[in-house]
């Protein structure tokens, strides 16, 4: 028998090494060693409900352990095999004891589609993604499907592209398969550039094949017989992988011609590109994948019309691509079922930030924020309140305490002031400042524009420098207006996406977080402590016992007094690096 | 290696690395047999996955042991990587977090050969679509 008892962060900092500590003194006291071990585990990502010991083989999950409650675990249910009722997770709605944590609403939070071979297989090994049914699909679609019957079948599905703006990729492939052409493209958009987002990267190294075999699907359904890869070279390790994957799956002939004995021939190519983040946007990715700037161009054309080489080309993101073999083998009516009304399917998100699991996840679409970064996430960091969360990255906008029950989906993020975007979500908590994120990312995008159009090119720059302002404090109410009517046009004018997303971080801040900003403009106060120029180190003279240790650590020289007296910062001079404060044993320094 | 030429061959070759893999796993030792798997995707490797699984490839050889020693994508717990999933034959895996060379060589010592559980588990807290049904 083994206790697991859960050693993360959140549940320690609730005492779990004082029942670890008791549980195992109460076996040995109970002479029960050598049968029953008490382990310290990773966290369970169910800190809400914390502290929590798990006793197997029986599944057993108690929930909100104290140290005392050692001696009864032992006593009841160890030696007695009577499990204590009261420490059982309850059902949140039907209020019963849940004994077996197989049972739990939690561990189905998390549905696994997309990633289910990431971390299951050898990525290097087509045998072992065969193994898992890989290319069945795909052996299906040519065997006993129409081109029209595959394209019916996703379009059935209501899958939407995981690459930000959710077009229904039914569709897309129907509008592709429908434009005559001697030849087309399919194109799998790897060039994942958000910050914080990493889930494109985790599946072609994890599980490389998957994605192969849709393009192979999709060159079927709409009839190309090229497809093209088109992913950032600071994608080493995906690259390699992709190569292997490509190399194995033309030996067993599923790439290359005549597949499955069929006049179906298609081939996968790699392009390479540089990294620039608006050639995710994929006039700019055909751009750059024909040798020209990556620029993105006016639409329509779109590239199902008109796209590389000037053929009819299909651009799916990885994460959209991966769930098609699934689809295909599953049915659309079980993939259907999965999610909410307009949003079908799983949805892989990047937790970043001040959470306690950072990592990838997989959801099903209109699971809460607050089921994803309380219970899968493990919550905040530190114990810290939670403030917000960025989703969609640059392009998106944050979201509040008050969105947190509010299913995901690409809709009702779009309502709430963001957007879905590739899927990654930053948290936030007390400590940062939200003029400060909202200039991070406005940096990220003048940094990433092309410069092509006037809107983005310049407007974002003046944004960019109006923010920069208020964070130094010589910001006015008036910036304020400014800073919403130029967001707005900005919005209306960008050329793309990059453009006319750029300035959510903006207007979502100033929406939920007004006060952040009011605060620093008319106080000249940084609520969270973050902006330097807005704050100032003060010595606390009752703290103060004059040791001179801050003195002697201030690379200026701004810190004066005796020795055993109380010591004052002399605040012209004062360059606000936190030496002082990281240096003082007494707590006297404090930044207000 | 030879060519797939229909969905025919291909259930066939997927019969076959399945039993093949059976095999294999089941000629070496039924009792003994030790599967291990590195997470080896960007965010593994950058917290040091590549040592560990030179560690785990070298160390199972020359303890005697016998197990294959696999590469893997992300779990999805970059929070702890390294991270390495144990399955020993007849239980369901386990993933230990923050692998070091030290905690490496706890669990062959611990885990492995005495099927003593260490510190550093990882709970599985996902479903995939396999499980489900």
Known sequence: MHILVCGGTGCQSSQSDAILSNLRDEIEAKGLSDKVQVILTGCFGFCEKGPIVKIIPDNTFYTQVKPE?????????????????????????????????????????????????????????????????????????????????????????????????????????????????????????????DPGAFM????????????LEAMAICGYAIGASQGLIYIRAEYPLAIHRLKIAIDQAREYGLLGNNIFGSDFSFDIKLR????????????????????????????????????????????????????????????????????????????VFALAGKINNVGLIEVPMGTTLREIIFEIGGGIRDGKKFKAVQTGGPSGGCLMEKHLDTPIDFDNLVAAGSMMGSGGMIVM???????????????????????????????????????????????????????????????????????????????????????????????????????????????????????????????????????????????????????????????????? | MSQIKSLADLKKKREEIKTGLDVRIKSIDPENHVQVKVAMATCGIASGAKPIMEFFVEQLDRRNIPGVVTQTGCMGYCFAEPTVEIKLPGKDPVVFGYVDLKKADLIIEKYIKEGELIDGIIPVNYETIDSKE
């Open chain 1, 69 to 193: 409650d050692a001696q009864i675990i032992v006593e009841e249910h160890i030696i007695k095999g009577r499990k204590v009722d009261r420490l059982l997770y309850r059902n949140p709605e039907t209020k019963d004891a849940v004994g077996d944590s197989k049972h739990m609403g939690f561990f189905k939070k998390q549905l696994r589609i997309v990633l289910r071979n990431c971390g299951f297989i050898d990525p290097e090994n087509i045998d072992e993604y065969i193994a898992r049914d890989g290319y069945m699909a795909l052996g299906k679609v040519i065997s006993e499907m129409t081109p029209q019957q595959v394209i019916q079948e996703i379009k059935d599905s209501g899958q939407r592209g995981r690459g930000g703006a959710g077009f229904p990729t039914g569709l897309k492939w129907e509008i592709a398969s429908k434009n005559k052409s001697d030849e087309k493209y399919v194109v799998c958009n790897a060039d994942e550039g």
């Open chain 1, 200 to 211: 494109d990267r985790s599946v072609l190294e994890g599980d490389p094949h998957s994605v």
């Open chain 1, 272 to 347: 390479y590109g540089a990294g620039a983040f608006v050639c995710g946007e994929e006039t700019a990715l055909i751009h750059s994948m024909e040798g020209l700037r990556g620029e993105p161009t006016i639409k329509p054309p779109f590239p199902a019309e008109s796209g590389f080489k000037g053929k009819p080309t299909n651009v799916n993101n990885v994460e959209t691509l991966a769930a098609i073999p699934i689809i295909i083998l599953k049915g659309a009516n079980w993939y259907n079922k999965i999610g909410t009304e307009k949003s079908k399917g799983t949805k």
């Open chain 1, 429 to 592: 908590d007390e400590d940062n400042c939200m003029v400060s994120v909202a200039k991070f990312f406005l940096e990220f995008t003048v940094e990433e524009s092309c410069g092509k159009c006037a809107p983005c090119r310049i407007g974002n720059k003046r944004l960019y420098e109006l923010l920069n302002q208020i964070t130094e404090g010589k910001g006015s109410m008036e910036d304020l207006d400014r800073l919403r009517n130029m967001s707005v046009v900005i919005k209306d004018s960008a050329l793309c996406g990059l453009g006319q997303t750029s300035p959510n971080p903006v207007l979502s801040t100033l929406d939920n977080f007004m006060d952040e900003y009011v605060a620093h403009v008319k106080d000249k106060k940084c609520p969270a402590g973050k902006c330097k120029n807005l704050m100032e180190y003060y010595i606390i003279p009752e703290n103060c016992v004059g040791c001179t240790a801050c003195a002697r650590v201030c690379p200026v020289n701004a810190i004066a007094g005796e020795r055993k007296e109380v010591h004052q910062i002399n605040h012209d001079v004062c360059i606000k690096c936190g030496a002082c404060k990281d240096k003082c044993k007494f707590d006297a320094i404090i930044i207000r």
